[in-house]
């Protein structure tokens, strides 16, 4: 897979993607992940890359012009219609579809190019999304100042689920939200420490029971915590 990612301010990235599960999937060749300053495709002078909103108010606007270009240099499409298969542009945003598990996989099985555009100021033209944008998408209903921190998160989700990004010793099958739950908790050694024991049950060796103990703290935690995601269980 390759991933772009768009953004007025590529030092943000520096190497948050140069470690643990990102790093070895980019060594081994299974994501590329490229940071684009939006800047080199303006072509004005100054190289501008917001200007004043039209009908006034406060704050600036992310410009079309450098987006379309930045877009159709690295998809080889003018337009959303004319994009190569598996291609997805993606913009953060708060009014976007609210991220879950479902959409990371869905974006991790089926796409082969995701060109990530990070918004700032007041946010982006609107003609990008009209025209360029497949799919726009929030991390959570809060307003952060720029796309950056939302591509990272976006980024690390969608790697994590590449088939062989986790390695044999990590696995998302059990990971909150894969099932419809969230995770079991997990205990390592020392099985007592400062008077906490670690459930008898770990211990015991008897994988059937331990498999029934971890679904049943799955489930508690669920009920308490994110009653939603049981709904749809019940009926
Ligand atoms: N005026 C916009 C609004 O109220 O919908 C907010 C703009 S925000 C200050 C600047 C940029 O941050 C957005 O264009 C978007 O790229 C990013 N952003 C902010 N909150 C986000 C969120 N919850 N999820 C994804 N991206 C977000």
């Not at 020392?190 to 211990?203: I, S, Y």
Request: with cysteine.
């Amino acid at each position: 897979m390759k991933i772009d990612v768009l953004t007025i301010f590529p030092e943000f990235f520096g190497q948050v993607f140069d470690f643990g599960i990102i790093r070895r999937a980019k060594l081994a060749g299974i994501v590329e992940i490229n940071v684009h300053d939006i800047r080199e495709f303006a072509a004005d002078k100054h190289r501008m890359t917001d200007d004043r909103p039209f009908g006034g108010g406060d704050g600036m606007v992310m410009k079309p012009e450098p987006i379309f270009a930045a877009v159709e240099h690295l998809t080889g499409a003018a337009e959303r219609a004319e994009y190569p298969a598996a291609t997805r542009v993606v913009m953060l945003s708060p009014q976007g579809r609210p991220l879950s598990q479902q959409i990371v996989r869905e974006l991790a099985e089926d796409a082969v190019q995701i060109v990530i555009i990070c918004g700032r100021y007041e946010g982006v033209d609107e003609r990008v999304n009209d025209a360029l944008v497949t799919d726009e998408i929030s991390i959570g209903d809060y307003v952060l100042s720029g796309g950056e921190p939302a591509a990272v998160v976006l980024t690390d989700a969608i790697v994590r689920l590449l088939p062989e990004a986790l390695g044999s010793e990590t696995s998302a099958e059990n990971d909150s939200f894969s099932n419809g739950l969230l995770d079991c908790p997990h205990y390592t050694r020392p099985a007592e420490f400062r008077g906490m024991k670690v459930p008898e049950v770990l211990l015991s060796g008897d994988h059937a029971e331990i498999e029934k103990w971890r679904r049943e703290m799955a489930m508690q935690k669920t009920k308490k915590v994110r009653p939603d995601l049981l709904e749809g269980e019940n009926g």
